[in-house]
Each structure stands twice: as C-alpha cells, then as structure tokens.
C-alpha cells in the first residue's frame, strides 16, 4: 500500500477555498504534540473575524462589532482544553465535545447528537478533533456531513489514529471553491508536521489564498513538560 504524505503546501497552494481546516500530528523529531486550526471566508459576515487567545481557550470575535450580521456561525470557541484533551473544531461543537467530556462521555457520543451547519445550500461539514495528552499521544478526527443535497440525513465519520513522528491529518470544509460549494471527501489528508512551529504556522498562512484567509492558531505541546508554545496570524489587527 502506497500513502502519499505531502507537505501542507503542497494541499493548499492554488486553492481559493478549502474553508476551515484542521491538522493534527505530531512533530518529526517527536517531541510535540501539534495542532492547527485556520478559517476562510468570501462573505462580510465570514470575514469580519479575528482569533484571540484566552489561556488554553480559542475565541473566535467579531473585528468589528457593527458589522455583524449573524453570528451563530461565525462566533464560537474553535479550541477548548478539558483535563488532558484539546479540543479543536470549526463550530459551537466544540462545547458538544466539552460538556460530554465533563460528564464522562467521549468524543464520539458528543458528536452523535450533532450535524453538518444548516447554511443551505453549501450544508457546511461539522470538522472536529481531539487530541489524548494522557500517556501515549493519540488523536481522533471526524467530519459530520450532509448525505444529499437537500440534507435529509447526516453522515457521520470518525477516524482514530497514533501520533507518528513527522506525520499529521488534514481534514477541512471544502475542496474548493463554487456555488454551492463542493463538500470535503475521502479521509483525512496525509501531511508532514516539521519540528518548528513558526515554520509550519509560515508555511500554512502564506499558502493559504490571500483572498480569503482570515486567520490561524498553532499550536505545539511538548509532551515530556507540557509546555506549550503558540502562533496566530489575524488578517485583521487585534483590537
């Protein structure tokens, strides 16, 4: 069996639209857990938005408050940490995930009560992922999405794996961009996760469309100390 990992670049150079994304790995020299979580946008609404850390939390505000049109959305906390897990998703399923965790459930019970957005006529993919710090480092990923076009039922997919040195999985919203827009398929994408984070962050935000990104948090967990190091880029500057 052949797997292709290919550098994030190398998954995003020349798309105008894969949406929101997340990559989840661990670092080549194995010292690092790592996650990544951007968004994009095309409309006002989706593009009036700026990451601002808050401990191990991620807040996604609006950058400007008048603008907003409708923020069930495009305003939610993206990464949340619970005991040894970290959170990570691309909608309010990451308090889902969260109140679950809290009262003993898993990942995937909390996931089963949810679906992809009602935004017809796009039906945006519900992406989420955990990462297990407890121990040895493993991770699982999911995407909830629409079975047809008019959305009449939700699929689920979940996907469990063990952190490789050098390897993450890639797993975002959109192939590209169009109207409606063409939904995530397959698994999660293979890509190579380096040792530093300003070059992964670098390597992300200036391949990601320039048009439409918005913003991006990494982040990489060392997991002898915990230590934490973490990068976000805004288009917007953070008031």
């Known amino acids: 069996m052949t797997y292709q990992t290919l550098n994030v670049s190398e998954r995003i150079k020349g798309n105008p639209y894969v949406g929101r994304g997340i990559i989840i790995g661990k670092s080549s020299d194995g010292n690092s857990a790592v996650f990544a979580y951007f968004i994009m946008g095309r409309s006002e609404n989706s593009r009036n938005r700026i990451f601002v850390e808050k401990g191990d939390e991620v807040i996604i505000y609006p950058h400007d408050e008048s603008k907003v049109e409708d923020p069930s959305l ?6 949340k940490k ?49 990462l297990h710090l407890d121990g040895n480092f493993t991770y699982e990923m999911s ?17 469990e794996y063990n952190a490789l040195n050098g390897l993450g999985h890639f797993i975002h919203t959109y192939v590209t961009d ?62």
Not at 143 to 159: P, Q, V
Not at 217 to 230: C, D, F, I, K, P
């Open 74 to 79: 495009i305003i939610y906390s993206p990464v």
């Open 82 to 130: 619970v005991g040894s897990d970290l959170i990570v998703t691309n909608g309010d399923q990451t308090d889902t995930v969260e109140e679950h965790l809290l009262k003993g459930g898993d990942f995937r019970s909390a996931l089963r009560t949810r679906e992809f957005e009602p935004d017809a006529p796009n039906l945006t993919p519900r992406i989420s992922g955990i």
């Open 143 to 159: 995407i909830l999405k629409s079975a047809d076009a008019e959305g009449s039922a939700c699929n689920r997919y979940f996907y």
């Open 178 to 239: 169009g109207n409606p827009l063409p939904t995530f398929m397959g698994e999660p994408e293979r890509v190579v996760i380096p040792n530093d984070i300003d070059e992964f962050a670098s390597e992300i935000w200036n391949n990601l469309d320039s048009a439409n990104k918005i913003a991006l948090h990494v982040r990489y967990v060392n997991l002898t100390s915990g230590a934490t190091e973490t990068v976000t880029y805004n288009v917007h500057e953070v008031k």
